[in-house]
């Protein structure tokens, strides 16, 4: 009964030993799990920082190329009226001239 007694306390021993150890592990795991969350975390913010300023950065480069060409647009139409301006502007007044000399 004895040898009995002591196989138990033995693998009891045994059992805590390993429980002891697989805790340990655990332990060691969770906190590499910990650590390597951190790190993840800190590498996707970083990430998702400059996939932001990148798109900010073509936002601001399209923004400025449509701005440059709805200017220059702009500028052309107003030289063209200007143009067509200068060169009806005598034969406009005239008209109206001989418009209000008939009335």
């Given at each position: 009964?004895?040898e009995?007694?002591?196989?138990?306390?033995?693998?009891?021993?045994?059992?805590?030993?390993?429980?002891?150890?697989?805790?340990?592990?655990?332990?060691?795991?969770?906190?590499y799990?910990?650590?390597?969350?951190?790190?993840?975390?800190?590498?996707?913010?970083?990430?998702?920082?400059?996939?932001?300023?990148?798109?900010?950065?073509?936002?601001?480069?399209?923004?400025?190329?449509?701005?440059?060409?709805?200017?220059?647009?702009?500028?052309?139409?107003?030289?063209?009226?200007?143009?067509?301006?200068?060169?009806?502007?005598?034969?406009?007044?005239?008209?109206?001239?001989?418009?209000?000399?008939?009335?």
């Open positions: 009964m004895d009995l007694v002591d196989k138990i306390v033995l693998l009891d021993k045994e059992g805590q030993a390993n429980i002891d150890a697989l805790e340990k592990e655990k332990l060691g795991l969770s906190t799990v910990k650590k390597l969350r951190t790190k993840l975390e800190k590498k996707y913010e970083q990430e998702r920082i400059a996939k932001l300023a990148k798109i900010e950065q073509e936002v601001k480069d399209n923004y400025e190329i449509r701005f440059n060409a709805v200017l220059r647009d702009t500028n052309e139409k107003k030289h063209n009226i200007s143009t067509f301006y200068e060169k009806q502007k005598d034969k406009w007044l005239k008209q109206l001239v001989e418009f209000c000399l008939k009335a």
